[in-house]
């Protein structure tokens, strides 16, 4: 076991930001932390990292109880914060050297590895650049390769795409998975279901502070009775139409909010087959159709009544 | 660890435009404004014979005791005054139009005509009364002995002093060096901003730049020693350079303690710097507030400390004089003050041994709030 949180609570007065949150990340894997702004995911990390005071619980690393003064847990944690934490005096090197080194006190070796980090990050041209010319993308590379460069055992990086170009995203992301397969464990923080979806081996889903619910992808989304989501053009439908789909066999729901009919299946096979032959027999005008899995956004819906988007 | 993050620290501050601008050019900028403002205020205190006319009457004429003092008043080069005799109506003319401080008619008792008070009637009406008091005087002692006459005639020329002025100080009295001395204390309080960005630096609750550092495994003292001393030694040279600046280029007078000023600079260097870093760790908002007080309270200080107007030191020193001791901007300029005009320390150790509890106080009230390893929040 690389984390053990148990029962953690933080308050800030009468909010309670924490509330009674376990959780256990295993050697190697890539967890996930799912939730809406403001649902907790930071002032968890920042409890695991020592940085917060917390009303109670208990939170161990690599098997020893995590406080301020160990050294020796620290010396292999690497953390990436949500804000670009770097110095906007010193050079990209620059940086990456000094976060290093508060890490790595050899010098020859602290060279090789800060090479490396920056390589990693592809930020070879920009090496001596100052971050007031790096743009957005950039930056957040900087602030990753100033997180991992003396290579830690344990990886948190929470939020680190925020405000992030496609482009720069996809680069994170591969990098983290990298990094995992260099042998790193990760825990990611994010509000993004699809990066958490694409990355994460195993993922909590938070909401105001509490563990809704936890598990690889493929448990967190047996865990809702959607199988499947079919979408339909279609500008117009009677309402007797419409009650009619809602009885055929394992449709769960349907609406239209035209032109869309959102119809939601229970697991069955054959559904989208099932609403083609009823479309076609009925004669409803429409343009596309197409059928969905559910995705973690559906499952937060279902487990809180409201979109992770929100 | 120490030499790495000491030298990460140097790049860091000395890059750093904004920091380096309000702890050096500021200073030197104020100081050449100083010494183009200040030019002239030695000047105002040479005598300058002050400007006079006499009523050319009959009394005067036949007063040759008084016309004779007048005369001797207004001749050679440390003369009293320049004496134009007049009729009464050119001397009423020169009084209006300020050619003159005022007329001196010749009547019983001697009158003086002026339109304003100020330095200038009363040096003129001092000299009258002096003139008449010694009339008295000989009259007197001649109504009781005028065998004394002739000895008391030879013996009025001969003034006798019988009070000795004795100086505490070999230094030249000069009006402009205390404005300098605050602009050193100044300068020394704006350290402060070096202070400031140190703590800011490494407290988890103000940046997440702290925040990354406090997740290091690097112990917080051994961190803040290393960055402490890297802004030390920026502001150390700094401070040097205003000094080699001012006594060189603008030829500003620091007396002959050299050593002691460099001290008391040092000092000075030290306990603004450690006053930004309390200010950084007591006030729990941002940056430009922070800023805001840093230049608030060391203004305010080299207010009171003379930096705008010079009796405003001896003023604060009347009124409320333990405001002088509890205003370190203010110990420090006294300490070069007294460094230049006392020959004896015991002012100047009194001023630094107050300055030296305030620097213990800034490092124990700055230590014992970023000492807490964990925060309440971020």
């Known amino acids: 076991m690389i984390i053990e949180v148990n029962n953690l609570v933080k308050r800030y007065g009468d909010l309670t930001a924490v509330d009674h949150l376990s959780l256990a990340v295993n050697d190697g894997e890539v967890f996930g932390l799912l939730g809406p702004n403001g649902s907790g995911k930071t002032t968890t990390i920042n409890c695991i990292l020592s940085l917060l005071e917390y009303d109670q619980g208990e939170i161990e690393i690599f098997g020893q109880p995590m406080t301020p003064e160990s050294y020796n847990i620290k010396r292999d944690i690497g953390i990436v914060m949500q804000n670009v934490a770097v110095y906007n005096e010193l050079t990209v090197y620059e940086n990456i050297d000094y976060f290093c080194g508060l890490y790595i006190p050899n010098n020859k070796l602290r060279k090789k590895l800060v090479l490396e980090a920056i390589d990693f990050v592809g930020l070879d041209e920009y090496s001596k650049f100052y971050p007031k010319k790096l743009s957005g993308g950039l930056l957040r590379r900087l602030n990753i390769a100033c997180g991992i460069a003396h290579k830690p055992k344990l990886i948190i990086l929470d939020e680190p795409t925020v405000a992030v170009d496609p482009q720069s995203r996809n680069k994170i992301l591969e990098g983290i998975l990298e990094l995992n397969r260099q042998g790193a464990t990760i825990i990611y923080t994010s509000h993004y279901m699809e990066e958490v979806e694409h990355i994460c081996s195993r993922i909590m889903i938070l909401d105001k502070g509490k563990a809704i619910a936890t598990g690889t992808n493929g448990e967190l989304k047996a865990m809702i009775n959607m199988g499947e989501k079919i979408t339909v053009q279609s500008n117009y439908m009677s309402a007797e139409q419409l009650a009619k789909i809602s009885q055929l066999p394992n449709i769960v729901s349907a609406e239209h909010n035209s032109p869309l009919l959102v119809i939601k299946s229970s697991r069955g096979t054959n559904n989208l087959e099932t609403v083609l032959d009823f479309i076609k027999k009925e004669r409803i005008q429409h343009s596309k159709i197409y059928s969905e899995l559910p995705t973690l956004n559906d499952v937060f819906l279902e487990l809180t009544g409201k979109e992770l988007r929100d | ?378």
């Open chain 2, 1 to 378: 660890m120490f030499a790495h993050i000491f030298i990460y620290r140097l790049k860091c501050l000395l890059r750093d435009k904004e920091t380096i601008f309000w702890t050096l050019l500021f200073p030197l900028l104020l100081a050449v404004f100083f010494n183009i403002a200040f030019a002239n205020l030695n000047k105002g205190e040479i005598f300058k014979a002050i400007d006079i006319a006499i009523v050319d009457d009959v009394n005067y004429q036949s007063n040759q005791y008084f016309k004779t003092a007048l005369n001797e008043a207004s001749q050679g080069d440390d003369r009293l005054f320049n004496l134009t005799v007049a009729s009464k109506e050119k001397a009423d003319q020169l009084l209006i139009n300020n050619s003159i401080s005022g007329y001196i008619v010749v009547e019983n008792p001697i009158n003086l005509v002026v339109n304003r008070s100020g330095l200038n009637p009363n040096i003129i009406k001092s000299f009258i009364d002096n003139y008449m008091q010694t009339v008295s005087s000989v009259n007197s002692i001649l109504l009781a002995d005028p065998a004394k006459q002739q000895e008391l005639l030879s013996s009025l020329g001969n003034r006798q002093q019988y009070i000795k002025e004795i100086s505490g100080t070999a230094a030249e009295p000069n009006n402009i060096l205390n404005y300098f001395y605050t602009l050193i204390a100044m300068a020394c309080f704006y350290g402060g901003f070096l202070g400031m960005r140190e703590i800011t630096d490494i407290q988890a609750d103000i940046s997440p730049l702290a925040a990354r550092i406090n997740v290091a495994p690097v112990h917080k003292l051994k961190t803040i020693i290393s960055s402490m001393s890297a802004s030390l030694l920026i502001h150390l040279t700094e401070m040097l350079l205003l000094l080699i600046f001012l006594r060189f280029v603008l030829q500003v007078d620091f007396g002959s303690k050299i050593g002691f000023v460099i001290l008391t600079t040092v000092i000075g260097s030290i306990a603004g710097v450690t006053f930004g870093a309390l200010i950084s760790a007591l006030v729990k908002k941002s940056e430009g507030i922070k800023v805001a007080i840093l230049i608030g309270v060391t203004m305010f200080g080299s207010f009171l400390a003379g930096m705008m107007y010079q009796n405003m030191k001896y003023i604060v020193a009347q009124k409320i004089p333990v405001l002088s001791y509890l205003n370190p901007v203010n110990l420090l300029t006294d300490a070069f003050y007294c460094l230049y005009y006392y020959d004896t320390f015991s002012r100047y150790a009194l001023n630094m041994g107050i300055l030296s509890i305030f620097i213990v106080i800034f490092c124990v009230g700055t230590y014992s709030i970023i000492r807490r390893r964990k925060y309440a929040s971020l």
